[in-house]
């Protein structure tokens, strides 16, 4: 058999996945040793192993030591959400972006932060809050709390140019993040940005996220009246 064009642990397992979803390796089927499918692809074994790792936390594969490793029989699929950059939503539809950081403290985060993140100690954490808006109509209200033990320089960073969303992007990795959509009520507060009457039905998205088990941010974003959410989901 030839090699992959590639020996990258991405085409080894873009490879496997579409052994998989063609049926040569069929559910509940055990797949080949990593040993033996290193030398098909002519790449380390190492690439295999963490081509074969990723997808066994993608619930595709089950590896087990001494039995090897199968297709899973009942695929546990993770999905996997991109997090947008907020400037680029809105310039994407035509508007011109605009923002504005409205707080900016340092300090023990609250109670339910400091749960949701599983934070450890009292240790001072970035607490921002800001306003994006389309068209110079606001768009979305954040309110995030930025761990400084996983971003150390966003105590000295200057978010009144660059939102948090795009800095966070571009500078701390992000392994993992548990997200939650409401819909709720404008507190007065959250009205009086929004430009909306206090009680209106808006949009909150809840999000955390970790840089393996370190957490980094912990952020709710208050989209307007008329808001409506897309995203590209891969499984």
């Known amino acids: 058999m030839t090699a992959l064009d590639t020996n990258t642990w ?40 963490r081509a074969l790792r990723d997808l066994a936390e993608a619930g595709i594969l089950e590896r087990k030591r001494r039995s090897g490793t199968r297709v899973a029989l009942h695929p546990n699929r993770r999905a996997v959400l991109d997090i947008p950059v907020i400037r680029k939503d809105i310039e994407g539809r035509g508007e011109t972006y605009d923002y504005r950081l409205i707080g900016r403290e340092s300090g023990p985060a609250p109670v339910g932060v ?9 240790g001072p954490q970035l607490h921002l809050v800001a306003v994006h808006l389309a068209n110079r109509v606001p768009y979305v209200l954040e309110d995030r709390w930025i761990n400084l033990a996983a971003a150390p320089h966003a105590e000295t960073a200057d978010f009144t140019g660059q939102s948090a969303n795009e800095w966070l992007l571009e500078n701390i990795p992000v392994t993992r993040s548990e ?50 959410l897309s995203s590209t989901v891969e499984v």
């Open 10 to 49: 991405q085409a080894v397992r873009a490879e496997v996945q579409r052994r998989i979803r063609t049926r040569h390796w069929k559910p509940g089927e055990p797949i080949p040793n990593e040993a033996d499918l290193a030398e098909e692809f002519g790449c380390a074994r190492a690439t295999v192993n």
């Open 114 to 122: 400091g749960l949701a993140m599983g934070l450890t100690g009292d």
């Open 179 to 228: 997200l939650s959509i409401a819909a709720t009520n404008a507190t007065p507060e959250q009205a009086r940005v929004l430009g909306v009457a206090p009680g209106a039905a808006v949009l909150e998205i809840h999000r955390t996220t970790w840089n393996g088990e370190v957490p980094v941010t912990d952020v709710r974003l208050v989209h307007a009246p008329g808001y409506r």
